[in-house]
Nanobody
Framework: QVQLVESGGELVQAGGSLRLSCAASGRTFNPYRMGMGWFRQAPGKEREFVAHIRWIDESTYYADSVKGRFTIFRDNAKNLLYLQMNNLKPEDTAVYYC???????????????????WGQGTQVTVSS
């Protein structure tokens, strides 16, 4: 199995920055065969895609709402995934989740059902 643990969420003012981390572990976790993503969920809303990084070439993909402000990157040697968030806005307030997509998964990287493993989430609150 795979365990994912997020950290780094906190209260920040609009225009500020945060870096979220996701630590991966587990007997079957292989960073060289796992696409990794970040999703977020605000109260009363569905979980939405934020960013994804491919395992094969580390190509990155972003939701339009965060493009140019957020950066996803990983440290495979340490089994860590990051989300650098700059110029934060109040509408970025949500619980942020990291997720792992094993090699061969059929689902889209933009959809929650494309991932097999999830962390418990970390709260990000952006005040205006």
């Amino acid at each position: 199995q795979v365990q994912l643990v997020e950290s780094g969420g906190e209260l920040v003012q609009a225009g500020g920055s945060l870096r979220l981390s996701c630590a991966a572990s587990g007997r079957t976790f292989n960073p060289y065969r796992m696409g990794m993503g970040w999703f977020r969920q605000a109260p009363g809303k569905e979980r939405e895609f934020v960013a994804h990084i491919r395992w094969i070439d580390e190509s990155t993909y972003y939701a339009d709402s965060v493009k140019g402000r957020f950066t996803i990157f990983r440290d495979n040697a340490k089994n860590l995934l990051y989300l650098q968030m700059n110029n934060l806005k109040p509408e970025d307030t949500a619980v942020y989740y990291c997720a792992a997509q094993p090699d061969g998964s059929r689902g889209s990287y933009r959809m929650p059902n494309g991932y097999s493993y999830w962390g418990q989430g970390t709260q990000v609150t952006v005040s205006s």
